[in-house]
Every structure is written in C-alpha cells, then in structure tokens.
Nanobody
Framework: QVQLVESGGGLVQPGGSLRLSCEGSGFTFSDYAVTWYRQDPGKERKLVARILSSGSTYYTESVKGRFTISRVHAENMVYLQMNNLTPDDTAAYYC?????????WGRGTQVTVSS
C-alpha cells in the first residue's frame, strides 16, 4: 500500500520552531522528488520547499533562511525544519512525492503560529 504521511504540526508561538516529517512507504520514496506545500482555507496550495533525489533544494523566497528541507534516504523520510515562525506561516502543510507522471499526496498536517 502506497502511503505518504506527514507529522509534526501543532501550535507554536511566533519565533518558535517546528520540524515536519514526511514518510513514504509502499514505493521507492528515495527516487522521488519531494515538495512541501501549504494552504490556508479558501486559498490555493503554494510551494514552500522542494528536494530532489540528488539532494538539491529549492525554497520560496518567504521562507528562505528560515526553513530547511532535508531527507534521509535510508529512513524514507523528508523533513522540513521551520525556524523563526510567524503567523503568516499558519497553514495546512502537505507533502508531495513525484516521479515523472506519478504523484502522491499526503493528507496534511496543521501548523498554527499564534500567541
């Protein structure tokens, strides 16, 4: 069974940190590019960060310098370390794995930044 599961979301105060995890199973997760997206209610999903199988990374400008995407191939895990969080980072965060025409989505994990 193919699974892509996010975890690590929660409530955090401004300036705080969270680490999100994305675990893939049932497919060769290490061969896939993995992208973190986020979405507020009524808004379209926006790319946050992306990591290729090679380890190359890409970030949207608003998170650059604060967020770090990484992966551990042997554990089928991709992480998103989020530092210095602000209320603008509040959203549901989704993990997407893609390889050519194959795309898998996780179901999301909620991040709320509030005092």
């Amino acid at each position: 069974q193919v699974q892509l599961v996010e975890s690590g979301g929660g409530l955090v105060q401004p300036g705080g940190s969270l680490r999100l995890s994305c675990e893939g199973s049932g497919f060769t997760f290490s061969d896939y590019a993995v992208t973190w997206y986020r979405q507020d209610p009524g808004k379209e999903r926006k790319l946050v960060a992306r990591i290729l199988s090679s380890g190359s990374t890409y970030y949207t400008e608003s998170v650059k310098g604060r967020f770090t995407i990484s992966r551990v191939h042997a554990e089928n895990m991709v992480y998103l370390q989020m530092n210095n969080l602000t209320p603008d980072d509040t959203a549901a965060y989704y993990c997407r794995a893609d390889l050519r025409r194959t795309i898998y989505w996780g179901r999301g994990t909620q991040v709320t930044v509030s005092s």
